[in-house]
């Protein structure tokens, strides 16, 4: 299997950086967008391209629930890591992509990121 891709999608510039270096230092492949247009675009451009999108919860632009249910039926083998500082409820997304995402609460250091990721790469490896 190939170099598994993810896709970070958060409007703080120190927190993307931070959360790129540490996926990468694990072996991932990493892209970012600051945007949530961004990050749809690059969903729509190349579907199956990535394997896990971590999303910031809280973004402004494309509604959270719409960026994600959009980049998960865009793209059926996608995993979701939602990541906010603010609770979220998420038996909506559990219901309609069960095992694809996920909830990261803010802050989290590299550990907690990583293992968030595995977890969700896992779930996919166990369904094949």
Request: charged fraction near 20%.
């Amino acid at each position: 299997m190939g170099q598994q891709r993810v896709l970070i999608v958060d409007d703080e510039p120190a927190l993307l950086r931070m959360m790129t270096v540490f996926l990468e230092r694990q072996g991932y492949q990493v892209a970012d967008a600051a945007t949530t247009e961004a990050a749809w675009s690059q969903i729509r451009s190349a579907p199956g391209h990535f394997d896990v999108v971590v999303l910031d919860g809280t973004m402004s632009g494309i509604g959270t629930e719409e960026l994600a249910f959009g980049m998960l039926t865009a793209s059926p083998h996608l995993r979701v890591l939602a990541a906010s500082g603010y609770p979220m409820d998420m038996t909506t997304f559990e219901a309609a992509a069960p095992g694809r995402v996920a909830f990261l609460q803010k802050p989290f250091g590299p550990a907690a990121l990583v293992a968030a990721v595995r977890r969700l790469l896992g779930a996919e490896e166990e369904s094949l």
